[in-house]
């Protein structure tokens, strides 16, 4: 594991964080399609992702989703670390894009390491300032971003994301992530198939020109 958490983290921890979060920590594999945490849950313990990515989603009151944003390869989530330090329960939905790594951080640790860390101190912060701008630009792509716009962009992430041109999802799932109906989206994929953009297949979209 200590490799491993090195090679995601050695640049911003010191080899006594390393060490503490190797003794503390819980290593865990995950595979795609994996959810890793729930909107209700009791949040005992903060992800370091080690490889592999998670997709954060939240759920209005009618139980639809919506998209926020990917962790990814040396990230954590800033709203996990939210509602550990006010002990309260989790306000997001983490599901695992891909198979992957991660180390569990005990809640306990967190505000310890605040202190006694300068590393971890400004590695909490720089998360709150990357996941923050991530939510604006969801935000901002809700209010002022039609379907067509946010459904091109939403593909390209996923292709960045997965390193792959190829999308697996279902038009549903496409429709969940981006909060609109499956309708909209079938209508506006097949907008995109016709403009040369993307090839639609029986179980895959294949990304051409997005």
């Keep these: ?8 983290y050695g640049k911003q921890f010191e080899d006594d964080l390393i060490n503490e979060i190797v003794q503390v920590g819980t ?15 009791t949040i005992r313990g903060m992800p370091l992702l080690i490889s592999g990515a998670i997709k954060i989603l939240r759920e209005d009151k009618d139980g639809d989703e919506l998209l926020l944003y990917y962790l990814e390869k040396g990230d954590t ?8 330090m006010g002990n309260s329960q989790s306000e997001i939905r983490a599901i695992a894009e891909t198979d992957a790594k991660l180390i569990m951080v005990p809640i306990q640790k967190m505000e310890e390491w605040m202190t006694k ?9 720089e998360s709150y300032h990357g996941r923050l701008n991530e939510l604006l630009a969801t935000l901002d792509s809700v209010a002022f971003s039609n379907m067509d716009e946010r459904l091109i ?12 041109d190829i999308i697996k999802n279902t038009h549903q799932d496409i429709a ?24 639609l297949h029986r179980n895959h979209i294949k990304l051409l020109d997005i």
């Design 77 to 84: 989530c800033s709203m996990t670390m939210t509602c550990c």
């Design 176 to 199: 969940y992530d981006l909060h609109t109906s499956r309708v909209v989206i079938s209508r506006l994929l097949k907008k995109l198939e016709q403009m040369g953009r993307l090839e």
């Design 1 to 8: 594991m200590i490799q491993e958490l090195k090679a995601g």
């Design 27 to 41: 290593f865990k594999e995950i595979s795609e399609g994996t959810k890793l945490m729930d909107i209700g849950d």
């Design 153 to 164: 962009a939403y593909l390209k992430e996923k292709s960045r994301v997965n390193n792959h």
């Design 117 to 125: 860390y300068r590393s971890w101190r400004n590695f909490v912060f």
